[in-house]
């Protein structure tokens, strides 16, 4: 009988401090100010995030202490689980030993809460009352709402239009935290409206949503920016999963030869792999890893590394990033999360750097992934989390097909219960692979920013 194998740290083992990879990765490329085309500062994102946080972004300190009311609200769905996925081993007839690190259980379903309640925490320190943010499949906008619940603040979404009308329990659990979530292009800035002008039926993007979240912030000195991927220190708070994974892994007495994450705007990726990706470079155990990204949008397989705008509409610092073209809208895949433009510096930096390497996945062929992993071991995965299913599953029918016995482990980073109507339409035979685009990222790229001189 092959029974799933859980492996479970005790709440005293929830990390103290965060890791942050910037410590060790010397020479990275500074965050711009549009307008000067030199490094941003602490003082230039006071108006968009607290303190705390703009340090936090521009650190190089290895560990940043975690507050112990985060901790605490941490202890909630933390340490998560690391299963040993023997089911999934045995359908597969691979040697390789399959683990996964599941984020599914926190309330929110997802990832997302480990630096929504960060930022949150951090507001709320600072005084302010409402946050504004952009959201693709919901995640990251239900994991925002359910912070602004627990620290008593407000919280305005914008979410991918596309996105909005494909997930509505998304929307409804948003609103059942307390936050207020509107489709996005919105009529309500100025740049929803603009490009509503220009096209009625455009079905939005990161990009744009993000545009809009930070139009309101600027107007309004009462409103705080909070970002669910992309930036600095909200990779910094993810890697609590992967430093529990390490932990983990010296319980099962084993170690991973490969790490696999799905990356949009990198946080879910980040904080598994970083953990990893810092232990090989401070001297231990080798270790390849994979960030598995949507044909549709293969931001780190075609894009160009350049300085870009995390936005739309340039409202952003310049961001030193893989990218499409902050204009690039990407076609309308049930993977909302991944349908962004950009993918974090952080992540950029170490794929660039060699330390990892990048695939992109079809959705029908993640899908059929996400189905193989359900019907073995019972949990229904995020579209976004099928991508690095489907890479994972690729690596151990290679290891079958070698007859090796590596040892990998995935982030499942939340499950798909609010998904069912995309797996309806796969089941349907309705799904097909959504195409990329080369013409429209060119002409994204063609806009590339070069504030004061400063080279792509």
């Avoid at 170690?255 to 231990?284: H, M, Q």
Wanted: glycine share 10%; aromatic share 8%.
């Amino acid at each position: 009988m092959y029974e799933q194998i859980k492996y479970q740290l005790g709440e005293d083992q929830i990390p103290r401090t965060w890791y942050n990879i910037a410590a060790d990765l010397p020479d990275l490329a500074p965050l711009l100010h549009p307008g000067t085309g030199e490094p941003i500062t602490v003082d230039d994102l006071l108006g968009i995030m607290p303190e705390a946080l703009a340090v936090q972004e521009l650190s190089t300190e290895r560990e940043i202490e975690i507050p112990e009311p985060v901790r605490q609200i941490y202890g909630q769905y933390r340490p998560s689980p690391l299963f040993r996925a023997r089911r999934l081993e045995k359908a597969l007839g691979t040697p390789a030993r399959i683990y996964y690190k599941y984020e599914g259980v926190s309330p929110a379903g997802s990832h997302k809460p480990n630096t929504a309640i960060a930022q949150a925490y951090y507001n709320k320190e600072a005084g302010i009352t409402k946050l504004a943010t952009e959201t693709g499949a919901g995640q990251w906008g239900s994991s925002l709402a359910l912070a602004g619940a627990l620290f008593d603040i407000e919280v305005q979404v914008f979410m991918v239009k596309v996105s909005y009308g494909q997930k509505p329990y998304r929307r409804l659990l948003m609103e059942t935290y307390g936050a207020r979530c509107t489709p996005s292009p919105s009529p309500e800035t100025e740049v929803g409206r603009n490009i509503l002008a220009a096209d009625p039926n455009c079905p939005g993007s990161l990009g744009i949503a993000t545009s809009e979240a930070l139009e309101l912030v600027v107007n309004d000195p009462t409103t705080n920016y909070a970002g669910g991927s992309v930036l600095n220190h909200v990779l910094l708070h993810q890697s609590v999963i992967g430093q529990e994974a390490i932990a983990q892994f010296a319980l099962a007495e084993d170690y991973p030869d490969i790490v696999i994450g799905c990356t949009g705007g990198g946080s879910n990726f980040g904080g598994l792999a970083f953990p990893f990706i810092g232990e090989k470079l401070r001297g231990g155990r080798d270790v390849r890893v994979i960030a598995a990204e949507p044909a549709a949008c293969p931001t780190i397989t075609q894009g160009k590394m350049a300085y870009d705008f995390g936005d739309t509409a340039g409202l952003t610092p310049l961001l030193r990033m893989h990218t499409l073209g902050h204009s690039f809208i990407p076609p309308s895949v049930h993977a909302g999360g991944l349908r962004y433009h950009g993918m974090a510096p952080l992540v950029s930096a170490v794929v660039d750097r060699g330390l990892v390497e990048a695939r992109a996945e079809a959705q029908t062929q993640c899908f059929k992934a996400g189905l193989t992993f359900a019907r073995a071991e019972g949990i229904v995965p995020a579209p976004e989390s099928t991508h690095a299913i489907s890479a994972a599953i690729t690596e151990a029918l290679r290891c079958k097909e070698e007859g090796k016995s590596e040892t990998i482990v995935f982030g499942l980073s939340g499950h798909g219960h609010f998904d069912l109507g995309s797996y309806g339409a796969y089941l349907a035979g309705e799904l097909r692979d959504e195409a990329y685009d080369p013409a429209m990222a060119d002409a994204a790229l063609a806009e590339l920013p070069n504030p004061a001189g400063v080279g792509v």
